[in-house]
């Protein structure tokens, strides 16, 4: 016999129990936290969007948590609630989560993630539109999440059509396939077509919508229809200035 022969069998069994120690298994899945929803706040921070537009865009999102009809929504949902995220993103090779996985619960909570986002500045302010690519980041951000949702939601804004990256198309039946549904908030700069660019090529999923912004004081409105319309289902109403195609 070869000398060290019995050292094969023990290395054997050692890369074999190595393997499977460092594989997710049944516990690892079910250590997520179970929340009602888990929602990818994706905004566009690409050259198209000036600065002023960036900021209500920011600070609509805060004041959306902030909101008392929100906030209630929020806590109907139970102690369950949220996980959510803020995503700013441009080209393809900019994409900055800017404000981490975070459960939104109560008021306390959502006054939290409201300050968070607000203390994060503007990460980009150059390149391009890399729409498809913001949705495929926000699919590897769910499954990597460390929440479980009933309802898995990418909540998307854009001023113009893709013009970089991925196509918006395959990125978005990626998100399908996992049962995410991607709904947008459509930014008229100067693309009258963009609300068909996103039913066409960028919305999916069951009551997935495009809110439609024709004026920028009218984003922060919109946000919070948005919002409380992914919160609270189809049924939500909220009588704000603010057109919503599919909805």
Known sequence: MPQNQWLFPIIGALLVFA??????????????????????????????????????????????????????????????GLGVTFLQWSASFQMFQSVGWSH??????????????????????AFGTALGDAIGHSVDLIAKSPFSGRRRVIDISADERSNMGAHPAGNRDQAAAAGIIVNGLAILNTQIDLVDYFRTHVITGPDAFVIVVENKNDIAASIKRKLL???????????????????
């Open 104 to 125: 939104v619960h109560d008021a306390a909570s959502a006054e939290k993630f409201a300050a968070d986002i607000e203390s994060n500045l503007r990460r980009f302010s």
């Open 19 to 80: 393997a499977f120690s460092r594989a997710p298994g049944p516990a690892a899945a079910q250590s997520r936290q179970p929340v009602d929803l888990v929602l990818v706040l994706a905004v566009d921070t690409s050259s198209s969007i000036e600065a002023d537009e960036y900021a209500v865009q920011a600070q609509g999102y805060a004041d959306a948590f902030r909101d008392p009809l929100i906030i209630s929504a929020i806590e109907d949902l139970g102690p369950g």
């Open 229 to 247: 319309r992914e919160i609270v289902g189809p049924v939500a109403v909220l009588d704000l200035p603010a057109r919503c195609a599919g909805c």
